[in-house]
């Protein structure tokens, strides 16, 4: 709470406070992914494509339906901040907001990217993470969080007074210009909020403030995931670093990333099929 209680604590205030909470969306009937499925079509994959992220700075690549992707640490300690679109409709992309009021904060192996309405549907399955072991810290931290909103140059601008290029936000405006031969400021209305790949965060005990923290992640650390629709990815590595003090600012030591595109063999994903649209009539009561 930023400041004092202007109002009096009624006389049934610790029992309101102890009522148990409830799950907002239970996922008992949330259709689970196959993971058996993705285990065994990654035994035989094979890597068809890769690029680099140049450190402060954005990318974007194609990444076909029923194939597998991986942000991997190459030189050092560094996050990135991850957009998805669908490839022919720009206008369905992650939906982080959805994506953590069904999986939580912080995503990892068996967790799904969930798109926006009116689709609805998984844009891609979380299949392996060498950060699993993380789990949750001291702080009640964790990596790989649906939480930030990707630094932007407004709210830099707001706290700094400054124009700062080389946020997340401008970077992915950049790299989606770029790919779709879009101007950069319509591009920049199609970045959205990211799941924020290796960055370690969660929020301040006593303020509730969203923080972060020195990330764990170190080269040869991977994130990956399989493409449940045919996708565009794009990854900023952040101008934090390894986000263990600020971003937005030419201070931190940062590092590139590298993306790796990899298909299955031949017939592993037998029976598998693209994800379809939200079944919902979209009628809205009338």
Not at 215 to 224: A, C, H, N, T
């Amino acid at each position: 709470m930023k400041y004092p209680p202007q109002h009096p604590a009624p006389d049934d205030a610790a029992a309101r406070r102890a009522i148990p909470p409830t799950v907002c969306y239970p996922v008992d009937s949330l259709p689970r992914p196959d993971m058996a499925l993705y285990a065994a079509a990654r035994t035989g994959m094979k890597k068809v494509d890769e690029l680099l992220v140049p450190a402060r700075d954005a990318r974007c690549w194609s990444l076909p339906a029923g194939h597998f992707c991986r942000i991997v640490s190459v030189e050092g300690p560094q996050v990135g901040d991850l957009n998805l679109w669908h490839r022919d409709d720009l206008s369905e992309r992650f939906f982080s907001g959805k994506t953590r009021a069904l999986h939580g904060t912080h995503v990892s192996t068996g967790d799904r990217l969930w798109s926006t309405i009116p689709t609805v549907r998984p844009l891609a399955t979380v299949t392996d993470d060498t950060l699993d072991w993380y789990g949750w810290d001291e702080y009640g931290g964790s990596v790989h969080d649906v939480i930030g909103t990707r630094c932007d140059p407004y709210t830099n601008h707001t706290l700094n007074g400054v124009d700062y290029h080389y946020c997340c936000h401008s970077n992915l405006s950049r790299a989606l210009s770029d790919y779709a031969q879009l101007p950069v400021q319509e591009a920049e209305l199609l970045v959205h909020d990211v799941c924020n790949v290796f960055m370690a965060t969660g929020f301040m005990p006593d303020t509730k403030q969203y923080y972060m923290k020195a990330s764990p992640v170190r080269p040869g650390d991977y994130f990956e995931f399989f493409a449940e629709t045919d996708l565009i990815g794009g990854l900023s590595a952040c101008p934090g670093g390894d986000c263990s003090a600020q971003h937005s600012s030419d201070t931190a030591a940062c590092y590139p990333l590298k993306v790796e595109v990899y298909k299955p063999a031949e017939g592993a994903l037998e029976g598998w099929a693209p994800a379809p649209r939200n079944g919902y009539s979209r009628s809205h009561g009338r």
